[in-house]
């Protein structure tokens, strides 16, 4: 090898270090934050890692995500501004909108952010419409509010003779109690008794059910919520082991042994969560996109749970369920 080349190899070996690192810092940074745990979050974020790729954004190629878990809303507000010192580009936000410190940190994000709201996001401020969100935030609105008399009349064709029913649900924060006043509005049209317990930790939840015990009830129904998806596995266990007839708002309730489970398809709202984001690294402003309201809902009968209780699933709700369990 001539002198002059040797030199000029050794001089562009050197400068690798710098182009990797140019190439690092312009890859662009989304963060994703939950109030639930990790491994309750698993296959959302696997879902939003999908959507991202169908935009043309691989993560570890030429996007990185910052994942951050609260397990609650205490811890959300120093995480958020966590996210936004590290100048992320989008923050894919879940389980929103949250108390009132959360709602005013996204509604006056700097920071484009795509959300996952279980409660009316126009209600609640989040967005000014449906169509036209206007600000920086956007994303998917999932109906778990307006999804709470469906799951009484499920439970109402399952045990039509049932009278007394039980919800568990986490303490609404101040104004943030739509499911269930639309949960005890429709049991009131329908004439039922209905008791509902609220939990915010697995200690209270397995109070909630002790009391469930010495009170019975005909049967029981979970409101979604964060904390209570972050305990799924063991409140099916303690409602299989009442032996209550239960319809649950997430398909992971049915396969860890929940009887019944109505709700939407979590994977691909989480995915229109990633396509979204991709679309405003690509240049598209929040404010343009229309919050994504799901058309297509799962229902789950876990045959074998319903054995267990020596339950008939009716021939109607067999026949209109999207998968079944054996």
Known sequence: MRRREFITGLASAAAWPVVARAQQAKTPVIGYLSPRSSEADAAMLTAVRQGLAETGYVDGRNVAIESRFSSGYDR???LFTELTRQQVAVIVATALPGPDPVVRLVQTSQIPIVFNAGLDPVRFGLVASFNRPGGNVTGVYTLTGAMMGKH???LRELVP???TFAA????PPAGLDEAQEELQKTAAALGLQLRVLNANSESEINAAFAS???RRSDAFLV???PIMQVHAKLIAALAARLAVPAVYPRREYAEAGGLMSYGYDIADGY???GRYAGRILKGEKPANLPVFQPTRFQFIINLKTARALGLTIPTNL???ADEVIE
């Open 212 to 214: 469930l015990e010495q």
């Open 223 to 225: 409101i979604s919520g």
């Open 168 to 171: 568990l649900g986490e303490t």
């Open 271 to 273: 995915r229109e969560m």
């Open 76 to 78: 959300w507000p120093a």
């Open 161 to 163: 003779n049932a009278t």
């Open 152 to 154: 009484l009349s499920l």
């Open 318 to 320: 067999l026949a209109i």
